[in-house]
C-alpha cells in the first residue's frame, strides 16, 4: 500500500507498556526506530517537546504525528484504523 510509513516509539528500561506496543509493531512487521529515553534527559525533553509535554512512555509518531501511548495506539488497533496508518494489509 504504498511506501513505509516513518514509526519512531520513544521507550524506557523496563518498561512493560512499552513491551507491549514493540510487541503490537512487531507483530504488524513494521520497521521503526525505537529511542531509548531512560539515561539520555536530551532525548526525554525532545520526546516532551514532540508530545505535547506528555512524560510518559511510550509516546508514539507516525510519520511525525503523534499517536499517543501504549492506550492510544491499542485503541487505534482495536478501532480498525492502525494498519491505515501503518500502510499494511
Request: proline letters at 2%; a negative charge; one cysteine or more.
Amino acid at each position: 500500500m504504498g511506501d513505509a510509513p516513518k514509526v519512531e516509539i520513544y521507550t524506557g528500561a523496563a518498561c512493560g507498556y512499552c513491551m507491549r506496543a514493540l510487541h503490537l509493531l512487531d507483530s504488524k512487521n513494521v520497521a521503526y526506530e525505537r529511542i531509548d529515553i531512560s539515561t539520555n534527559s536530551v532525548l526525554r525533553a525532545d520526546m516532551r517537546s514532540r508530545s505535547g509535554g506528555r512524560h510518559t512512555v511510550p509516546q508514539v509518531f507516525i510519520d511525525n504525528e503523534h499517536i499517543g501511548d501504549c492506550e492510544e495506539l491499542f485503541a487505534l488497533e482495536n478501532a480498525g484504523h492502525l494498519d491505515r496508518l501503518l500502510r499494511v494489509s
